[in-house]
């Protein structure tokens, strides 16, 4: 499948949208992100040599199982350190390097099944759940650059992610907003329903969130208008980063081979405030 209009693409694999449709590249948010932390030349090396963590395979198995779309969900069989593991891994490592598979052990399974228990028990999900299609695929062009999102859950009215972690407290997703910029995808996310014509894009995309310990439990949280207002700025100069390098070819590096002098970083003044009076 090739992408050569802006729309919405419904039952397109998980295969296909990763190996990125759209001819010559698109932008997504995870790109993006990576952009606003690295120079071009760092970010592309990163998403191009990406590899996913025990915790990212966790929560795609939880996404295939929960949302009944996505990769296909491999249990392993054998112990990985014997004959028959190290056969059965090799015998699906293809499907899982492209991403049209996520392997997990019988343990991990029994961990997804109470998860997914978890979130059953919940009205309020499984209404959204019930409502909602699932991995729906969106393609936009803008500022000169193609651009592309995978909604886990979207209505008529309004688009959700799921995550998953150790701690879904308020304090703890605002910690994983700064550490991975969550906000930003969720207005990456919005601003492509709205170029696309979508009503979702008019409501701020919100997060289901479910801890991976015993009793699995669950909030839903929604990046503040600060959040979303710098996300913004974000993404716009991430588009325009990534549209400069697709027409020139060029991803630079850092601008000098010398940098500046540098200074220590500001909690280094409060953790010795005590030394600092013998400084002055």
Same mark, same amino acid.
């Given at each position: 499948?090739?992408? @050569? ?12 949208? $990763? ?69 059965? +891994? ?24 109470? &998860?997914?228990?978890?979130?059953? &028990? ?32 979207? @209505? ?15 304090? +703890? ?28 894009? +008019? ?17 839903? $949280? ?5 959040? &979303? ?32 002098? @540098? ?12 030394? &600092?009076?013998?400084?002055?």
């Amino acid at each position: 499948m090739s992408i @050569t209009e802006p729309g919405l693409v419904h039952g397109m694999d998980d295969e296909t949208y $990763h190996a990125d449709p759209v001819e010559g590249g698109s932008l997504s948010s995870t790109f993006a992100r990576l952009l606003t932390e690295h120079v071009p030349a760092k970010a592309k090396a990163r998403r191009e040599n990406r590899q996913p963590t025990k915790s990212m395979n966790l929560g795609k198995a939880v996404h295939a199982t929960v949302l009944g779309a996505g990769p296909e969900l491999i249990v392993w069989e054998f112990d990985g350190r014997t004959k028959d593991g190290k056969a059965e +891994r090799l015998a699906a490592a293809p499907l899982i390097a492209t991403e049209a598979a996520v392997a997990v052990t019988e343990k991990e399974r029994a961990q997804i099944l109470g &998860m997914v228990e978890a979130l059953h &028990m919940l009205p309020d999900v499984v209404e959204i759940l019930a409502k909602a299609e699932s991995e729906v695929s969106g393609f936009w062009t803008e500022g000169g650059a193609w651009c592309r999102s995978r909604y886990d859950l979207l @209505t008529d009215t309004e688009a959700w992610d799921s995550k998953t972690t150790q701690d879904v407290s308020r304090l +703890r997703f605002s910690k994983a907003l700064g550490s991975y910029g969550y906000h930003q995808q969720a207005e990456f996310y919005q601003r492509g329903l709205r170029a696309l014509g979508h009503k979702a894009g +008019r409501k701020r995309m919100r997060f289901i969130c479910q801890e991976t310990e015993a009793p699995y439990l669950v909030q839903i $949280h929604t990046p503040d208008d600060e959040a &979303m207002d710098f996300a913004a700025i974000l993404n716009d100069r991430a588009i325009s980063v990534f549209a400069e390098a697709q027409k020139t070819g060029v991803w630079p590096g850092y601008p000098e081979l010398v940098a500046e002098a @540098t200074p220590l970083p500001s909690w280094y003044f409060y953790q010795h405030e005590d030394d &600092m009076e013998l400084v002055i």
